[in-house]
């Protein structure tokens, strides 16, 4: 698919769910429901390190209401706000205060207010202990003691079992429907982990949409297997997206994988937990069947475009810079391919470049791929001289043409003219 399609296709996604929420259990502390319509996320993860960045929305049958909303994580998190636009530029590219034990298996390890959240990041050793501390929470805060508990304390056990020990406390007061600030997790990670499971303490159908960014490419196949589907692929400039831990995690470009999943949320079964595809980049040179260049010559200036046609999306291109000397103009791309599992969609890359200030003549433009020639093409740059005696010759032309003309009108009127002989 074509890189405009693809961009049109996220832009739509994006938009789509710019106010959705994401991946975390919600849990109302009144009698009442909560949707959890659809879900959207920001993960960066460099192999160990990860960058989880959520937002949300959610509706409910009260005018106000507080929810307290969980996500199980592998190692202790540092948590922060982050601006909503991130989600936006990626269609286009704390303080902490530790607490004390006050539940036998539960230690609060950081608590902060964070414009409408009132987060807590617990380490906890099982889920009926995370269910003490949600009664002695809503208790403190004059708040009915929640519903569903016990789908709580299997859902955290199960966490907890697989090694989960921390665990972030999310409570923000709703208003009817709304938007929240999105929140930053940055923890270690063995895995690019996007939590799915804690999604079923809600009922009815979702929609998600998760970014994965990475240096590598991405092994998604338990994600397809999870139901999800691939949407994008390609590499991105982190830092116009405006977020620097993004730029620590995985560095200034990365790729970008897009996955949606759209059905209900009992069709999900585990987290994604993904690690980077088996392979390596080498080196390679497209046939020549796969390159087209295009020359147009406007004045002294002129544009080459160079567009490769790629049949997955198992390639990258570094295009170099055009180099001039004398009548001889060359560029050396250095293209690579990954030789593990790749997408398997057509995809092209294109490049212009320019070289200005050309003298009258014909240049040699040479396209070298890897070090080594791969074509040809003839740049011809018209003079002032040349186009003066083009012109000037064409006038002569025209007017031996309008002389001919004319003459041979004189002679039709001459003839038209003679008396008739009777």
């Not at 398997?344 to 490049?351: D, K, L, S, W």
């Amino acid at each position: 698919m074509k890189r405009s399609a693809m961009s049109i296709m996220l832009l739509a996604c994006i938009l789509m769910v710019q106010t959705c929420l994401a991946d975390r259990g919600a849990i109302p502390l009144e009698d009442t429901w909560i949707i959890e319509a659809r879900q959207l996320a920001i993960v960066a993860w460099n192999g160990s390190e990860e960058v989880l960045i959520l937002t949300t929305r959610l509706s409910s049958g009260l005018k106000e209401v507080k929810v307290l909303e969980l996500l199980p994580l592998p190692s202790k998190p540092v948590v922060d706000a982050v601006g909503r636009e991130v989600f936006e530029v990626l269609v286009k590219l704390m303080k902490t205060r530790k607490g004390v034990l006050v539940e036998r298996g539960v230690e609060e390890v950081f608590h902060r207010v964070l414009g409408p959240h009132d987060l807590w990041v617990l380490r906890v050793e099982s889920g009926a202990d995370v269910v003490s501390w949600i009664k002695s929470y809503t208790s403190k805060q004059g708040l009915k003691v929640p519903a569903w508990l016990s789908n709580v304390e299997a859902t955290i056990q199960g966490y907890v079992d697989r090694g989960y020990r921390y665990l972030a406390v999310d409570v923000v007061t709703l208003a009817g429907e709304g938007d929240v600030k999105p929140l930053m997790y940055r923890f270690s990670s063995k895995y690019a982990y996007y939590p799915l499971e804690v999604s079923k303490l809600a009922k009815g159908e979702t929609f998600i949409v998760v970014a994965f960014l990475t240096p590598r490419r991405l092994g998604i196949a338990e994600a397809l297997k999870q139901g999800f589907a691939p949407l994008y692929v390609g590499e991105v400039d982190v830092e116009k997206l405006g977020v620097e831990e993004l730029v620590d995690v995985v560095g200034r470009r990365a790729y970008l994988e897009l996955l949606i999943y759209a059905g209900d949320v009992d069709g999900l079964s585990g987290d994604l937990e993904l690690d980077f595809l088996e392979g390596q980049w080498e080196p390679y040179t497209p046939p020549l069947g796969w390159v087209k260049v295009d020359v147009k010559v406007v004045d002294a200036e002129a544009r080459i475009e160079v567009k490769i046609t790629f049949p997955s999306s198992g390639f990258k291109v570094d295009w170099g810079r055009l180099r001039r000397e004398r009548s001889r103009l060359q560029v050396d791309v250095h293209v690579e391919r990954w030789t593990g599992v790749t997408m398997p969609v057509v995809t092209y890359e294109r490049h212009t470049y320019v070289a200005k200030g050309l003298k009258p003549g014909t240049y040699l433009f040479t396209l070298m791929v890897n070090g080594k020639p791969l074509t040809y093409s003839t740049v011809k740059v018209s003079g002032e001289d040349e186009a003066i005696r083009s012109l000037t010759a064409s006038s002569i032309w025209a007017l031996i043409g309008l002389a001919v003309l004319a003459l041979s009108t004189a002679a039709e009127l001459g003839r038209s003219k003679k008396p008739s002989v009777h």
